[in-house]
């Protein structure tokens, strides 16, 4: 159940709109002991943020769609997703530009993120506009990240693969961490599959 503050319009948008190359076919739609990668990413979204959770698609969409059976919250179809991941974040930004008061960022692809830490996102962010909060984790801090209203005009600008990271540098806006190592296991090849699905069974 979530427990997200409720008096904050915080919505959490599951990205899972790439043509994933590298791994040869529409991982999105992979299962991880028995559950697909997107479906799983939603439900962590969900358990967080409760019916606040849109859905990124664009290669492959109506599989990715299906995959989730059904779909929780909301679904906006990313047509330039072959322009790289920023793309996906302006569409999601562009969709809840106003009705949010931050959003959450999450990648379908980044198996082992969980509800708590996406509470923990949520929750540890004080309501102001210009504050972030983002994952720390090998060594760097990335996404799942809170991005609040004073960077949606950034984000509705994003193009190509570089995403959101530079904002979390920019002087204009707070930075807060959150430590959480899990989120440094993403689902880029087959093999990255096997090896979480191992980890998870030792």
Request: proline share 5%; net charge positive; hydrophobic share 45%.
């Given at each position: 159940?979530?427990?997200?503050?409720?008096?904050?319009?915080?919505?959490?948008?599951?990205?899972?709109?790439?043509a994933?190359?590298?791994?040869?076919?529409?991982?999105?739609?992979?299962?991880?002991?028995?559950?697909?990668?997107?479906?799983?990413?939603?439900?962590?979204?969900?358990?967080?943020?409760?019916?606040?959770?849109?859905?990124?698609?664009?290669?492959?969409?109506?599989?990715?769609?299906?995959?989730?059976?059904?779909?929780?919250?909301?679904?906006?179809?990313?047509?330039?997703?072959?322009?790289?991941?920023?793309?996906?974040?302006?569409?999601?930004?562009r969709?809840?530009?106003?009705?949010?008061?931050?959003?959450?960022?999450?990648?379908?692809d980044?198996?082992?993120?969980?509800?708590?830490?996406?509470?923990?996102?949520?929750?540890?962010?004080?309501?102001?506009?210009?504050?972030?909060?983002?994952?720390?984790?090998?060594?760097?801090?990335?996404?799942?990240?809170?991005?609040?209203s004073?960077?949606?005009?950034?984000?509705?600008?994003?193009?190509?693969?570089?995403?959101?990271?530079?904002?979390?540098?920019?002087?204009?806006?707070?930075?807060?961490?959150?430590?959480?190592?899990?989120?440094?296991?993403?689902?880029?090849?087959?093999?990255?599959?096997?090896?979480?699905?191992?980890?998870?069974?030792?």
């Open positions: 159940m979530a427990d997200v503050k409720t008096t904050r319009r915080i919505f959490a948008a599951v990205l899972a709109a790439g994933a190359t590298r791994f040869g076919s529409t991982k999105q739609i992979v299962k991880l002991d028995g559950v697909p990668l997107v479906k799983r990413a939603m439900d962590v979204a969900a358990a967080a943020c409760g019916h606040n959770v849109l859905l990124v698609v664009g290669h492959d969409w109506k599989a990715v769609n299906a995959a989730c059976d059904p779909p929780q919250g909301f679904i906006v179809r990313n047509d330039r997703y072959h322009g790289g991941l920023g793309t996906s974040i302006a569409s999601a930004t969709s809840l530009q106003h009705v949010a008061q931050a959003i959450v960022v999450l990648l379908a980044q198996a082992l993120v969980s509800p708590p830490h996406i509470r923990s996102l949520c929750n540890t962010w004080s309501g102001t506009a210009d504050e972030i909060v983002a994952t720390e984790y090998a060594g760097t801090v990335g996404v799942p990240a809170l991005f609040p004073a960077c949606f005009g950034d984000l509705m600008r994003l193009q190509g693969d570089s995403g959101a990271r530079r904002l979390l540098s920019d002087e204009r806006f707070q930075l807060r961490r959150i430590l959480f190592e899990p989120a440094s296991v993403d689902v880029d090849t087959p093999d990255d599959l096997r090896r979480i699905s191992r980890s998870a069974r030792s």
